[in-house]
């Protein structure tokens, strides 16, 4: 069955600009978390979502992101004003929530470069 | 608050050798623990999971690891490498018993492992 798609799977933006970025997760799953990787940092927990509200936004690292969900499915997260240090890979996860015991399932994730 | 730490940026053996990679964790409750894996230009992917039952637990690809609350300890380990074996691995905790429990996963920082053939 189809996993956790995203898009774009690579985004070239100029410091200022806006992005959105795309993820679909596995149909039925609840839960959804959008996380960063970063060159030697880990990764990072930005925001999750149970259906469409996010009860934990505790990782976005400022008021420049956001992120909202559709429907129970489609997620898509908003960088505005795009700074250098915003470069990094931006991974979305999906799972059955509560019920899933922490298996998360990732999809390849969207490389952002700004320039 | 929940942590782990990753003992080893990077990991180097030879195939047909064991495998070590280390994990500590720190956590209010009794956590859950797993390992993800991320091969290169693929995505992450569970290898395996600790949830309170069984304190050595076996995962895909012949790996295992084992909970060992005297120690917060939950090393990873596999009896010989493979060459497919070389990636980035994770050591992950989670609360999913709290209250406020959103299945969040709480990443250490990866250990990469290198297999010499």
């Known amino acids: 069955g189809a996993g956790v798609s995203q898009s774009p799977s690579n985004k070239v933006t100029e410091k200022g600009k806006d992005v959105e970025l795309r993820c679909d997760p596995i149909s039925g799953h609840t839960a959804l978390y959008w996380y ?20 934990d936004k505790s990782g976005l690292p400022s008021d420049r992101f956001s992120a909202e ?47 | ?16 050798t064991p495998v070590l990679l280390r994990c500590n964790y720190s956590s209010s409750y009794s956590p859950s ?37 005297s120690e917060t300890s939950f090393h990873l380990t596999k009896p010989s490498a493979h060459m497919s074996d070389a990636a980035e691995y994770f050591c992950v905790v ?6 406020s429990n959103t299945g969040k996963l709480i990443f250490g920082q990866g250990t990469t492992l290198q297999v010499k053939p």
């Not at chain 1, 960063?36 to 009860?55: D, K, T, V, W």
């Open chain 2, 94 to 99: 989670s609360d999913l018993r709290g209250s």
């Open chain 2, 1 to 16: 608050a929940q942590s782990v730490t990753q003992l080893d940026s990077h990991v180097s053996v030879s195939e047909g």
């Open chain 1, 69 to 115: 969900r559709t429907g129970g499915s489609v997620s898509t997260l908003t960088i505005q004003r795009t700074q250098q240090e915003d470069s990094a890979v931006y991974l979305c996860a999906s799972s059955l929530g509560r019920s899933g015991l922490g298996v998360l399932y990732f999809g390849p994730g969207t490389r952002l470069t700004v320039t």
């Open chain 1, 36 to 55: 960063r990787q970063s060159l030697g940092q880990g990764l990072e927990f930005l925001i999750y979502f149970q259906g469409n509200s996010a009860p």
């Open chain 2, 33 to 69: 623990l797993f390992w993800y894996v991320q091969h290169p230009n693929k995505g992450l992917q569970l290898l395996l999971k600790y949830t309170s039952a069984a304190t050595l637990v076996k995962g895909i690809s012949g790996f295992e690891a084992e909970f060992k609350k």
